[in-house]
Structures are given as C-alpha cells and as structure tokens.
C-alpha cells in the first residue's frame, strides 16, 4: 500500500474533484490516520478508537466522487452501501454484516484481476503452444503424405521444430486467423439453482449453492471457433491454472483489513433516536449493529475471517432532517472527523465542465471524435451552459452537478443523433446555440423539470 500523505492525497483529488476543499483534507486525514494507527505500538493500537468520517451535504456535490477517488488512489477495496438497507439482526432484509462479506467478494475479484494480468504473459505463451498443438495435426492434412501418430505435440515435434516454428511465425503474423480449429471448452454457465434460505442467512446459500454447482458434472463440449479466439479462449483457461487462488483470498482479505474502504451512503436516515413506530425496523437497532463493526471485529466470510479493525468507514448524508448527533453515541463517537461539503455555485459549474481530467466536455469531445467530429467548446458557451444549469437547479430541484449531464446531454441532441452524417466536420459550440437550444426549455419551468 502507498502510504499517501495528506498533501498528495489532495492534490491527487484535485485532478477530478473541484472545490470541496475542506472535504479533500478531511478523507486525507481520515486515511492517513487509519495508517497512523496500524503503526502505533500494538498494545496502544487498541486504546486508539478509529477515526472515520462523516461528509455531510447537500446531493450531487461529490460525496461519493471524493470517497471512490480516495479508493482509487489508496488501490483500496472501495464498496458503496447505502446504510437505510440495513435491518436489524433477525428481521428480513440484509444485516449489516453482509457488508464486509461483499467487500471480501470484490476485494477477491480485484486480486484475482490483478494476479491474472501479471500470469497473462506466460499463460499468452502457453496458448500458444497449446495452439500449435492443436494445428498441427490439422495441417497435416493439407500437406502430402506422411502417415503415423494424429494429434500430440509429440507427434508435431516429430515432423521437426521447422514445421512447428514456421507456424508460430503465422501464427504471429496472423496468417491463421482464418482458421478454425476445434476446442474443448468446459461449459462456463452454471444451471440455475435457487437456494431459499431464511433471512440473515445469506452466506450459508452461497455455500449451498456453490456445493451444489460442484456436484453437477462439470460439462465440456467441443466448439469450432476461429484462431484468434481459440488463442483468447486458451489463454484465459491457462491464466485460470496459474492463478493461485489460496495466494489470491490471502492477499485480499490483507488488503481490506489494512486499507478497505467501506462507504456508508444515507447514514442521515438511520440517524434518528426515537423509537419507531409501525413495523419499522428500529434505526437505533441498526447503529447498534455498526458499531462492532466500525470499532473493530471478526466477520466470517466464506473466503475466512476478516478483521475490520481497520477498514475506513466514510459515512455520508444530506442531513437535512436530522443531525449527526442523532447518531447513538457510541457512533458519533467512532466518526469523529466531520466536514460539511458546500452546494456547487456557477463558477464551480465551469470548472467542473472544463477542468477536471474527466470533464463533460472532454468526454463528449472525444465521444464525438470517434464519429470524426472535431467538437470545440467555445469559453462563453461553457460559462451560459454552467448558468442555464445552475439556474435550472435553483428553479426546480438542487441535484447538484448532476444537472450538467441533462443539460450537456440536451444541448448536444441534435448533433449526437445526425453525427454520422457530420463526419468529417468541425463543430463549434457558441454561446448562441446554447441559447438556442436550450434557452425555450429553461424559461418554462414545467418544461425543464422533465427534460433538463
Ligand atoms: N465538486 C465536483 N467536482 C467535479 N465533479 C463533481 C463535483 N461534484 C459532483 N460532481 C459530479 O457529479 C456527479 C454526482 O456526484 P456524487 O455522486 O459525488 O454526488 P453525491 O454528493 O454523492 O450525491 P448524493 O448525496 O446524491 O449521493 C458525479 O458524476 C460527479 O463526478
Ligand atoms: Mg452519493
């Protein structure tokens, strides 16, 4: 793991978040403190209470962005949940352990991608072989006589390494990728099984089901398929092989308990003290169920235990009708760090259309110039469309800089519908097509509150 500090973290954040800056700093301290505590003096570690974090504002002004980019920096298991899907132990619906059990599942799936890419050169130069082994004795046929031993490398190798070589070389140049040969696959789709179980139980149907897809025959069945897909096919089953799965859990379940990142979405709508009434399941229930888990327990996966003694917990809510300290204590106490992110202003709607690495109009340039469309921003046009949304946003609803994308997306209509016939083009966006485009549906209010 990097161990990023604070500044960098920041600074890193900067490239694709505008503003906010109070909140950059506040998901730098919360991660660089996670690091601190891992490496005070172990018998301190324990007195030390995890310091996580709660972001508190208004919807659409880069809570989530901030938390999934600090995952992304930190190369961090990152998983999203909102936390009102949460009930309490025994009623039905998902309990909150199932969080760390779904961080495992895709903290696995990241190692295992990561260890198959760096096996993907040797498993390249095994399906290759493999490859060879299989033309061969095709091309036999092709070629006059010689009779004796179909099939095995050994009988290829036989006929002398020339042959052999020679096709690798058309093999490499892609002379054979016309080909077909015939391939084993084994039959990747499993048959549908449905395991009820009751609620709360979800690891055990996972067992059961995946004990019951092993007792079923694992099926292969012969496909003719064209060489360079037979050298993909072979490839990703020699990759399979190589990968050491028991390396893979191992290293995954240490990345999450050094440096996962759960993000707790709508923490706000579990903040509330007063007993419920109704068949509500008692929020006050559920904050009692998160805490172990924020302060630090074992939670048994089918991949093993995992500790989440360390994992960043990142909560996140508009708060509009409560407050954090609504929160049961204990909680409140376990996300000391709080930041409040500001509502997005026009300048920021600039900024966020023009500057970041991942801008709108970065996107839609490109995705217009796979259409061979040169597509050019002009600086006032860019400043109209940030006042259009912005107004937008203070007429109807608030959603944030998400209202950039309806609006960008509205403009660009026209030209994104007759693209193929502009290729070849050079498009200039003005201030006056903005107007033109946009300016009947912002006026009227009922219009824009279903178009833009
Ligand atoms: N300050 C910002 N800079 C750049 N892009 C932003 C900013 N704020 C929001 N965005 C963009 O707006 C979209 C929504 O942002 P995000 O998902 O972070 O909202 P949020 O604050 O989590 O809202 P919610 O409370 O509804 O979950 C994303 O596509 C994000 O890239
Ligand atoms: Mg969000």
């Not at 504002?57 to 949460?86: C, H, Q, W, Y």
């Not at 009623?91 to 969080?99: F, I, K, L």
Request: glycine letters at 6%.
């Amino acid at each position: 793991m990097r161990d990023l500090r604070p500044p960098e973290i920041v600074w890193e954040l900067d490239k694709y978040i505008v503003g906010q800056h109070e909140a950059k700093r506040s998901v730098a301290i919360a991660l660089r403190n996670r690091w601190r505590r891992q490496q005070v003096p172990e018998h301190l570690r324990d007195e030390i209470a995890p310091k996580n974090i709660i972001m508190i504002g208004p919807t659409g002004v880069g809570k989530t962005e901030i938390a999934r980019r600090l995952a992304k920096l930190a190369n961090s298991p990152f998983l999203k949940i909102e936390a009102s899907r949460f009930t309490e132990v025994g009623y039905v619906g998902r309990d909150v352990e199932s969080m760390v059990r779904d961080l495992t599942e895709l903290a696995v799936n990241m190692v295992r991608a990561e260890e198959q890419e760096t096996v993907m050169v040797r498993a390249r130069e095994m399906a290759e072989e493999k490859a060879l082994d299989i033309l061969l004795p095709a091309a036999r046929g092709q070629q006059p006589v010689e009779e004796g031993e179909f099939g095995s490398a050994h009988g290829a190798e036989e006929r002398g390494p020339s042959t052999r070589e020679k096709f690798r070389q058309l093999l490499r140049e892609g002379r054979l990728n016309d080909r077909y040969v015939d391939l084993e696959v084994t039959d990747r789709s499993h048959p549908m099984i449905e395991v009820f179980t009751s609620a709360g139980m979800e690891e055990m149907d996972v067992n059961l089901r995946e004990m019951l897809s092993n007792l079923m025959p694992r099926r292969t069945k012969r496909r003719k398929v064209k060489v360079p897909e037979a050298l993909e096919i072979l490839a990703q089953e020699e990759s399979q092989r190589l990968i050491d799965m028991d390396r893979v859990v191992k290293l995954a379940i240490e990345r999450i308990e050094h440096s996962g990142i759960i993000f707790l979405d709508e923490i706000d709508k579990i903040a509330s003290r007063e007993t419920t009434h109704g068949p509500d399941v008692s929020r006050e229930g559920v904050q009692r169920d998160l805490l172990p888990i924020v302060e630090g327990c074992t939670v048994h996966t089918k991949y093993g235990m995992v500790k989440t003694d360390h994992i960043l917990f990142i909560a996140s809510g508009a708060f509009h009708m409560s407050k954090p300290s609504d929160l049961i204590p204990e909680l409140q106490g376990r996300f000391p760090i709080r930041v409040e992110l500001s509502p997005l202003s026009k300048d920021d709607f600039v900024r966020i259309l023009t500057e970041p690495e991942n801008a709108l109009t970065t996107q839609y340039r490109e995705l217009m110039a796979t259409e061979g469309i040169a597509l050019v921003f002009e600086a006032d046009s860019i400043d109209e469309l940030a006042q259009i949304a912005y107004e937008v946003n203070a007429r109807t609803e608030n959603i944030g800089a998400r209202r950039l994308h309806t609006v960008i997306e509205k403009l660009l209509e026209e030209i994104s519908f007759n693209a193929s016939q502009l290729a070849g083009q050079g498009i200039t966006i003005t201030r006056d097509y903005v107007r033109e485009r946009l300016r009947d549906i912002v006026k009227d209010v009922d219009l824009s509150r279903y178009i833009l």
